[in-house]
């Protein structure tokens, strides 16, 4: 396994980090005994750093990994979790959900802790809530050692949170399509430059750069003469630049573990070539050209007077470009713009005119909202969003109950 060096400290990371986002199921929910043979034959092949979340698994994630990192498992690996700010109403909201955590994780530390999510709006709010008091004061009873966030928004938004704190690391979405959307390389560049560490999430874009692929990308890949997959040659592109620290993968079973693990091992700082490089370019424009927007997610557009997320509507719409007419593109774009407590879905759009104004790219942005709309804003998005919303809040409350019980018992309820 390649190891890289955290910027502040001096932990030695795996290039390769498992994300326990995507484990395998059975019966629609976490494949016990699996997940934990996974999760184990990757920390005996030397991944050290697992990344999990409240969210993650419907919220069964960080019980499971208490569970699989039993029988000494714990000590061999850096654990890194996240403070959900959606669950935060208050200051003491975030003790009440560390304790859960640690009590989930069968752990009393979290080794590299972030804010979940951050955008320009909740870092604000959460600041204003006294985050980083919370944080210090966790850090210093050591209940936590490395201070970070998770990030999307666009990279002005990025570089306002970098400078807001002395962060020891943050954890990015970057991939071959991302080179100018949210923090994107400009990002990268920026947030290793102040000696954070850089997590990388989203390396395969959901896993669509490895199971969506056009079969011209196939054929220029091939042309290398090197027998590597899509998601290979993805993951060398990340792991080629210094300023990443580590890649976390979201693995579902053994092939793609082992896979990974194969690439880790030589996929060094610099050494794709010239000709490798210039390959991937291609494959970049074969996905670009299939984009519906050439909009780069910059937010100069923001905020729209009557609330729609316009880089989010145009991220999705391109997703649906890109990767064609999969069920989970729709899903996700309800479930990003039409569901949450701030509704951003491209209907809400009145043509005021205001966003065309600011936009550098000069897109009619009122004109691709109406093709957004007609694409995913049909029927049965109108129909059932007020049914998801509704559902969605009962869900939460239901899981800040469970989460409330669960600290109070210490543990023992599940
Ligand atoms: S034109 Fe539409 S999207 Fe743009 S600012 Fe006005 S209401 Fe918002
Ligand atoms: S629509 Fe224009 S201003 Fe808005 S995020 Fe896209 S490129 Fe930037």
Redesign the pocket.
């Known amino acids: 396994m390649q190891y890289r060096t955290m910027p502040s400290g001096d932990d030695r990371l795996s290039a390769l980090g498992f994300g326990a986002m995507r484990l395998p199921l059975a019966a629609k929910r976490i494949d016990e005994e699996r997940a934990t043979r996974l999760v184990r034959e990757a920390i005996e092949a030397g991944v050290n750093y697992i990344d999990t979340a409240m969210p993650y698994h419907n919220g069964e994630s960080e019980s499971f990994l208490g569970r699989a990192l039993a029988d000494g498992y714990r000590e061999k690996v850096y654990l890194a979790t996240k403070l959900p700010p959606w669950s935060v109403e208050a200051r003491e909201d975030m003790d009440r959900l560390l304790v859960t955590q640690l009590a989930k994780l069968r752990t009393d530390h979290i080794d590299y802790y972030l804010l979940h999510s951050l955008t320009r709006r909740s870092w604000e709010r959460m600041r204003d809530l006294g985050v980083i008091e919370f944080l210090e004061t966790a850090k210093e009873k050591g209940r936590i050692r490395h201070i970070g966030f998770s990030f999307h928004d666009n990279p002005e938004a990025f570089r306002e949170v970098v400078d807001a704190y002395a962060w020891d690391f943050c954890q990015i979405q970057y991939n071959i399509l991302d080179e100018c959307h949210q923090a994107g390389t400009a990002g990268l560049e920026y947030a290793a430059a102040r000696g954070l560490g850089v997590i990388i999430m989203e390396p395969l874009r959901g896993g669509h750069l490895a199971r969506a692929v056009p079969d011209e990308v196939r054929a220029i890949e091939a042309e290398t003469g090197v027998s590597r997959t899509p998601a290979e040659w993805a993951l060398r592109w990340i792991w080629n630049r210094p300023e990443v620290t580590v890649v976390l993968s979201g693995m579902s079973d053994e092939a793609q573990l082992r896979e990974n693990i194969r690439t880790a091992e030589d996929a060094l700082p610099g050494s794709l070539s010239q000709g490798d490089l210039a390959m991937m370019a291609r494959v970049r424009d074969i996905y670009r050209d299939r984009m519906m927007v050439d909009c780069t997610g910059c937010g100069y557009?923001m905020p729209?007077?009557?609330g729609?997320d316009?880089p989010g509507c145009f991220a999705h719409y391109n997703n649906y470009g890109l990767f064609g007419k999969e069920p989970a593109v729709r899903y996700y774009f309800a479930q990003m713009t039409g569901i949450m407590d701030k509704e951003g879905y491209a209907g809400?759009?009145?043509?005021?005119?205001?966003?065309?104004r600011a936009c550098p790219q000069h897109l009619p942005?009122?004109d691709l909202?109406q093709d957004v709309s007609r694409t995913f804003e049909g029927p049965a998005f109108t129909v059932l969003r007020p049914a998801m919303k509704h559902l969605k809040g009962i869900h939460r409350h239901w899981t800040n109950l469970k989460n409330r019980r669960y600290a109070a018992s210490g543990g023992e309820e599940s």
């Open positions: 557009c729209c007077p009557y729609v316009i809400l759009c009145r043509g005021c005119g205001k966003c065309v942005i009122p909202l």
